[in-house]
């Protein structure tokens, strides 16, 4: 049985990439639209979500949904 564990990385971390910029990041994760978890104080990004959740907004955004 094979998992598929997500990949969670910091706020700074996930800026990064290049995906966001970490303002924008640490706008959502006040917003609350931030897909992650606290692992004490640090915010973990749970990248995988993140990237779905941005494609899924770009889709609607190109069929004129928004």
């Known amino acids: 049985m094979e998992q598929n564990t997500p990949k969670f990385l910091t706020i700074r971390q996930t800026a990064a990439t290049g995906i966001l910029s970490e303002h924008h990041l640490r706008m959502m ?38």
């Open 29 to 66: 994760v006040k917003q609350g639209t931030l897909p992650g978890i606290y692992a004490g104080t640090r915010f973990k990004v749970n990248y995988d979500l993140l990237v779905k959740q941005l494609n899924s907004a770009s889709e609607k955004v190109v069929q004129g949904g928004m």
